[in-house]
C-alpha cells in the first residue's frame, strides 16, 4: 500500500493551498480517510476525515468552516483545500487511511499513512 501527499509549499497568511494524496494497493473505496498534521516535536493532531463514501465528513475545530476534505474514488484521491491559511497551520501533513465502520478522529484507528507533505504559512 502506498499513500503519497504532495501539495504543501509556502504561502503568506490568508492564502490558500490544496493538498492531495494518491492512494495504490488497496480497495481505496473500503476506506475511511484522513489528513493529519503534525508540528516537530509534537504528537500529530487530527484534521479532518471523510468516509469512504464521501457523504460523511469530520473536522478539527481549528480547522472547521476554513478546510474541506473531498476524494474521488474512480481516481483514488483524497483532497484537503486549505483555505484563509493562518501561521498555525504550519506542519507536516499526512494523509492516512483506516478500514473502520465508524469515523473516528485518532491516528490510532489508521492503517496507512502518507509520507507527508510541508505547509509553511508566513505572517
Known amino acids: 500500500v502506498q499513500l503519497q501527499a504532495s501539495g504543501g509549499g509556502l504561502v503568506q497568511s490568508g492564502g490558500s493551498l490544496k493538498l492531495s494524496c494518491s492512494a495504490s494497493g488497496l480497495i481505496f473505496a473500503h476506506y475511511n480517510m484522513g489528513w493529519f498534521r503534525r508540528v516537530s516535536g509534537e504528537e500529530r493532531e487530527f484534521v479532518a476525515q471523510?468516509?469512504?463514501?464521501?457523504?460523511?465528513?469530520n473536522y478539527a475545530d481549528s480547522v472547521e468552516g476554513r478546510f474541506t476534505i473531498s476524494r474521488d474514488n474512480a481516481k483514488a484521491m483524497v483532497y484537503l483545500q486549505m483555505n484563509s491559511l493562518k501561521p498555525e497551520d504550519t506542519a507536516t501533513y499526512y494523509c492516512?487511511?483506516?478500514?473502520?465502520?465508524?469515523?473516528?478522529?485518532?491516528?490510532?484507528?489508521?492503517?496507512?499513512w502518507g509520507q507527508g507533505t510541508q505547509v509553511t504559512v508566513s505572517s
Open positions: 492516512g487511511a483506516a478500514f473502520t465502520e465508524h469515523m473516528q478522529p485518532s491516528d490510532d484507528v489508521f492503517d496507512y
Open positions: 471523510i468516509s469512504w463514501s464521501g457523504s460523511r465528513t
